[in-house]
Every structure is written in C-alpha cells, then in structure tokens.
C-alpha cells in the first residue's frame, strides 16, 4: 500500500506543478506553453530539486536556496525571457499550487499539515 500511497503522492504533485508552471508562463512569460511542456518541466524542475536537496540539503538555508536557484535555472532552461522571468514564474507557479492545495485542504481532501503551516 506504501508504493500505491507514493505513486499517487507524485501524481497529485506532478498534476500541481503542471497546473502551476502552465498558470506562471502564461502569466508571466504570455505565451502558450502547452500542459506537455509545463509537465516536462515541472518533473525536470522536481527532480533537480531532489537531486540538489539531496547533496547539500543538510546545510541550513545554503542548502534550500541551491535547490530554489536550480528549479528557476530549469525554468529558466526551458523558457524564454531570462532569471528574472523565470523567478517570477516560479513565484506564480508556487502561488497557484499553494491556493489549490490550500483549497483542496478547506474541502477535507488533504491535511492542513500536507501544507507546512499549522493547523488552525
């Protein structure tokens, strides 16, 4: 049941990250990225992340802010428009993902604890 649980984790975080990174570029960038594109990126953005928190995810702050630089560098490597337009994507990306997933919770699907912030 632990490996179903885990499939089902990734999924509902892929779909968030597509559906976050799709809002961003067409915010930010405005252009029509396509879900397929937004997808790519949002698992190459993921594992980047994991591959960095990994290595260096044990030093205090260093080690999220290298993660943070390497997941808008993918942005950045998949989109037009520089760092910049890539923070900012990024930004709306985490925006929309944090609304759904807080909108999700309201609802009883998820825990506010999925979350990282305290139940009220």
Do not use: C, H
Not at 19 to 33: C, P
Not at 45 to 63: C, E, H, T
């Amino acid at each position: 049941m632990a490996v179903l649980d885990s499939v089902v984790i990734f999924l509902v975080a892929l779909v968030l990250g597509t559906i976050g990174i799709y809002a961003g570029v067409r915010l930010v960038a405005d252009r029509d990225v396509g879900y397929v594109n937004a997808a790519i990126t949002a698992l190459l953005g993921a594992i980047a992340w994991g591959v960095v928190s990994y290595f260096v995810g044990f030093l205090p702050i260093l080690g999220a802010l290298l993660a943070l630089i390497v997941w808008i560098g993918v942005i950045n490597w998949r989109y037009p428009g520089g760092w910049l337009t890539a923070a900012g994507i990024g930004f709306v990306a985490w925006l929309v993902v944090f609304v759904i997933q807080y909108a999700l919770a309201l609802v009883g699907l998820i825990t506010t604890d999925a979350l990282g912030i305290p139940g009220v």
